[in-house]
């Protein structure tokens, strides 16, 4: 059965508007619940859906997931293996979709054309280009509603105290948001990271789209964000060393340009390359654990 919780959101303007997060599923798993939702966003326009792992325990700080291209929040619920040592450690999961999903009679001219643009590729940026402007805010969304809504949505979980990760497109807005945002996260990791957007085509692709030039993605590059200010703590990346993505023709990753910006800036960063694994979830469920150790050591 649909449950709702009266959610109550801060718009733009600073007046309140009043959103139902509806729970759409829960399912058992090692001692504690997955549970999925959805509400009206306010901030992309449209119904966002988002799942959460609640640990057997009380106020459990959270590590939010940020997918890459294509996926939805269930990829990384079905395919990661992350629960099992959430649950141990009493860290809860936070996984949002990775793009708006507008309704058939709404979608924008060349939405659905590609995997590497538009619905489910929204590169965790707030778009400033017309028409993806209107609903395609992903930064604002992860970072302004999204704890809301888990916070409404399940109060055993203490938002406030929060890591983030992700893989590829998400493992850039991993990066990008925590080095944006250094005070908020406590952690940032990622797996096989889109690490200097700007200088390769996935990046371009979207920083042209989203917001009008590759210049102005120079603001959601890690490589340059963290030449401008670095964390004080240690970041974690996790690269597959036969990763198509990185020892293909086009090399969209970058995690060497990435070392070099750290190392310029006195950034510490963990970079593991693992000998013989790709960029699929069979890389992420084998060192999935090593992430979720690494965050809960600053989570608790």
Known sequence: MLTARRLLTLTATG???????TKLSTNNCFGGQWRRF?????????????SVFVPPVQQAPCLFYLS????TDENFVQKAGAARRAAELGIALVAP???????EDRRLPGEDDAYD???GAGFYVDSTNYPWSQYY????FVTQELPEAVMVACPEVDVQTRSITGHSMGGHGALTIALKQPAVWR???????ICNPTKVPWGVKAFEGYLGSVEAGVAHDACELVKKGPRSDAILVSQGADDDFLVGDVNQLQP???????????????LRYEAGYDHSYFFIQSFIEDHIDFHAARLK
Do not use: H, I, K, Y
């Open 117 to 119: 643009f538009g619905s």
């Open 38 to 50: 959805r509400f009206d966003a306010s901030t992309t326009g449209t119904p966002m859906v988002f």
């Open 15 to 21: 007046a309140r508007a009043l959103s139902a997060v």
């Open 187 to 193: 952690s940032v990791s990622a797996f096989s990271p």
């Open 137 to 140: 805010n992903m930064f604002s």
């Open 68 to 71: 890459g291209l294509t996926c």
């Open 256 to 270: 060497e340009a990435f070392r070099s910006a750290c190392d310029s800036v006195g950034q510490e960063l963990d």
């Open 97 to 103: 979709d990775t793009s708006p999903r507008l309704p």
